[in-house]
């Protein structure tokens, strides 16, 4: 069972949403990239680039925002696992979104990139010893493990999408 203390509290929304107890972090790894695909493979073309209201991010730049954040705690979960003792920067996620050229992209490539990343996010964590899974480490000023890393993964993935569920779809 994971501990609050791996995480800051921001990440209990996350957390809350994947089945610490009964699946493992690559169980749930998968299932949430299964069920990002069956929402996300067959979306209308005029939805690509919808935003459900002036200022909110488009649907591209959601599946972008999915990206980046899994490649940061990817980083961080790596550097921890491997006992880098470096405090870790916060990441702003809007300044992601508006330098990342998400509304340019293929939508198909988008949703490509994610299943890649997602099969390099499993292999990354079955790498990891059960020792190295408990490993603490720093990022935002706040400590984490390499454990809650990756159910953050899973889990911020499945916050999004209930929003797309919700507001885009």
Same mark, same amino acid.
């Given at each position: 069972m994971i501990s609050k203390t791996e995480y800051a509290p921001y990440f209990e929304q996350y957390i809350q949403l994947v089945s610490v107890e009964e699946k493992s972090i690559t169980e749930n790894l998968d299932s949430s990239q299964? /069920? +990002? /695909?069956s929402i996300l493979k067959d979306v209308p073309k005029e939805?690509? $680039? +919808? $935003?459900?209201? /002036?200022?909110?991010?488009?649907l591209k730049e959601v599946i972008q925002h999915i990206i980046d954040t899994e490649?940061? +705690?990817c980083y961080r979960a790596l550097s921890f696992a491997r006992n880098d003792k470096t405090s870790l920067p916060g990441m702003d996620q809007d300044f992601y979104v508006e330098n990342d050229n998400a509304n340019q992209r293929d939508y198909n490539d988008l949703i490509e990139e994610m299943s890649a990343l997602r099969k390099s996010t499993i292999q990354l964590y079955k790498s990891f010893s059960d020792e190295a899974l408990l490993r603490i480490g720093i990022a935002s000023n706040n400590e984490m493990s390499v454990r809650a890393l990756g159910y953050l993964s899973s889990g911020h993935q499945k916050h999004h999408l209930n929003i797309i569920r919700e507001r885009y779809l």
């Open positions: 299964k /069920e +990002f /695909e939805k690509h $680039s +919808f $935003s459900y209201a /002036e200022g909110k991010w488009t490649r940061v +705690f």
